[in-house]
């Protein structure tokens, strides 16, 4: 298997973005120091959620350092003179009053690349922000009704974490090739709207394609309270979904796999037939035909 060469990435972000790229960059080969400030609340996500926060710093150097203070300036310093990356989730003007601005440091460490966690980008880089802010702006909240409902996946943190990944790789290669690092932003607020791009064509969404208008693509209840997800979206699938029905007796009487190939099934002939049978019946089927059919789980 190929290895990426070594490389050493100071992390100086906290919270939920910073730490899941570092995790992934360590993952990848490298040796991550994450730098927290003193007490347990350097880190939000460790008063949050303390397992959590053990997950994503398996395996990294997690030292407390004190960065009001010019002792714990001088061993960030030395940290960063032996580098090759440096990721942040602080808003510029903040690290700029630390003297830590890409300009000086790149003044001082020519081959050091960063990657830059931020809430907006171009002249909103330092307005305050997080996932949820971001996802309202965006229009990826889901809707009860006319009551948006709170995210079950923080979309714009977990997207701008793996694009600050990918940012971070690209800064890694071109240092490696020109000596010299390059500064990558990764604004969260603009990974949100990104990822709602589906939405605004009108592929997901309600009355979408993939939002319910397909009856091969949709959830399902099933006997005793359960739901069950059917994605059969490519004909071969929605074929096989067809076939299952018929082998398995769930279509009216009479009714051919043959008709429901030519003609098509309505969500309503699909909400009857998944009906008749539990959610863990329906992920049997699914797993002996090799069907994208999976019964609906709730949280972790």
Same mark, same amino acid.
């Given at each position: 298997?190929?290895?990426?060469?070594? /490389?050493?990435?100071?992390?100086? #972000?906290?919270?939920?973005?910073?730490?899941?790229?570092?995790?992934?960059?360590?993952?990848?080969?490298?040796?991550?120091?994450?730098?927290?400030?003193?007490?347990?609340? #350097?880190?939000? *996500?460790? *008063?949050?959620?303390?397992?959590?926060?053990?997950?994503?710093?398996?395996?990294?150097?997690?030292?407390?350092?004190?960065?009001?203070?010019?002792?714990?300036?001088?061993?960030?310093?030395?940290?960063? !003179?032996? !580098?090759?990356?440096?990721?942040?989730?602080?808003?510029?003007?903040?690290?700029?009053?630390?003297?830590?601005?890409?300009?000086?440091?790149?003044?001082?460490?020519?081959?050091?690349?960063?990657?830059?966690?931020?809430?907006?980008?171009?002249?909103?880089?330092?307005?305050?922000?997080?996932?949820?802010?971001?996802?309202?702006?965006?229009?990826?909240?889901?809707?009860?009704?006319?009551?948006?409902? *709170?995210?079950?996946?923080?979309?714009?943190?977990?997207?701008?974490?793996?694009?600050?990944?990918?940012?971070? &790789?690209?800064?890694?290669?071109? #240092?490696?090739?020109?000596?010299?690092?390059?500064?990558?932003?990764?604004?969260?607020?603009? *990974?949100?709207?990104? /990822?709602?791009?589906?939405?605004?064509?009108?592929?997901?969404?309600?009355?979408?394609?993939?939002?319910?208008?397909?009856?091969?693509?949709? &959830?399902?209840? !099933?006997?005793?309270?359960?739901?069950?997800?059917?994605? !059969?979206?490519?004909?071969? /699938?929605?074929?096989?979904?067809?076939?299952? &029905?018929?082998?398995?007796?769930?279509?009216?009487?009479?009714?051919?796999?043959?008709?429901?190939?030519?003609?098509?099934?309505?969500?309503?002939? &699909?909400?009857?037939?998944?009906?008749?049978?539990?959610?863990?019946?329906?992920?049997?089927?699914?797993?002996?035909?090799?069907?994208?059919?999976?019964?609906?789980?709730?949280?972790?």
């Amino acid at each position: 298997m190929h290895q990426l060469p070594k /490389f050493t990435v100071v992390t100086l #972000a906290p919270n939920l973005p910073g730490p899941v790229a570092a995790k992934r960059l360590h993952e990848l080969g490298g040796t991550v120091i994450k730098v927290e400030g003193p007490g347990k609340a #350097a880190d939000p *996500m460790r *008063m949050y959620c303390e397992p959590y926060y053990q997950h994503l710093v398996e395996g990294q150097e997690v030292r407390s350092i004190d960065l009001k203070q010019e002792s714990g300036l001088q061993e960030l310093h030395e940290l960063l !003179a032996k !580098a090759d990356l440096l990721l942040t989730s602080s808003r510029p003007a903040s690290l700029q009053r630390l003297g830590l601005g890409w300009e000086d440091l790149h003044a001082r460490y020519p081959s050091l690349a960063q990657v830059a966690i931020v809430g907006h980008s171009g002249e909103h880089v330092d307005v305050a922000g997080h996932d949820l802010t971001y996802e309202a702006h965006a229009g990826t909240l889901s809707f009860n009704g006319d009551k948006p409902v *709170m995210p079950v996946v923080p979309i714009a943190d977990l997207a701008g974490a793996e694009r600050a990944v990918s940012q971070a &790789l690209a800064a890694l290669w071109q #240092a490696s090739a020109t000596g010299q690092g390059s500064y990558h932003e990764v604004a969260l607020a603009d *990974m949100a709207t990104e /990822f709602a791009t589906p939405a605004r064509f009108r592929l997901t969404g309600p009355d979408t394609l993939l939002g319910g208008l397909l009856p091969g693509y949709g &959830l399902y209840q !099933a006997e005793c309270g359960g739901w069950v997800a059917i994605a !059969a979206l490519e004909p071969h /699938f929605f074929v096989g979904l067809i076939e299952a &029905l018929h082998a398995e007796g769930l279509l009216p009487e009479g009714t051919t796999a043959e008709q429901l190939q030519s003609k098509g099934i309505t969500a309503e002939q &699909l909400a009857a037939a998944v009906g008749r049978k539990t959610a863990a019946w329906w992920d049997e089927v699914a797993s002996k035909r090799n069907l994208p059919i999976a019964a609906v789980r709730r949280g972790a």
